[in-house]
């Protein structure tokens, strides 16, 4: 028998067996991921505060933090600011980013949805004006949290 036979037997004898090593490889489940809310929700503030983060957890199917995913921040209804629009989670599976409120009184949402799920949570904060409380008597006049002048 030639060299160029044998190789080619061995060739094909090497061939035999991965084919069916790999054909017997059970595919892989598509992941399971979750994110929920892991900072304070219905967060409150005057006009252009800037409130505590928010923040979010992902984890697996197990419940194990999960590193490197991408969560992107969106106001959804509402007036405000966002520090981050998308980041990563970091090692203990969380993702963060920071509301200011904007210059409209009413409720403000934040949607985080994990990127590349169909999986979101939303945040609620509420955006308040300041108290205006006129006092007054003759000569005297003062507006308490306004922008207005005070005079005695």
Known sequence: MSKRIVWVLLA????????PASCNKKPTEPEVL?????????QEGLLGSTLDSLV??????K??????RRVDFEVVQGEGKLSVKSTLT????????VLTLGNRSGTVKVKATLFGHDK???FTATAY??????????GLSWSCGGRGDSEI
């Open 56 to 61: 979010v957890l992902v984890t697996d199917s």
């Open 12 to 19: 094909m004898l090497g061939m035999s067996v991965l084919i």
């Open 90 to 97: 970091d090692a203990s599976g969380k993702a963060y980013t």
């Open 129 to 138: 004006a300041p108290a205006s409380i006129p006092c007054g008597g003759e």
């Open 120 to 122: 979101s949570v939303v």
């Open 63 to 68: 419940g194990r933090p999960v590193e490197g």
């Open 34 to 42: 979750n994110i929920t809310c892991v900072s304070r929700d219905r």
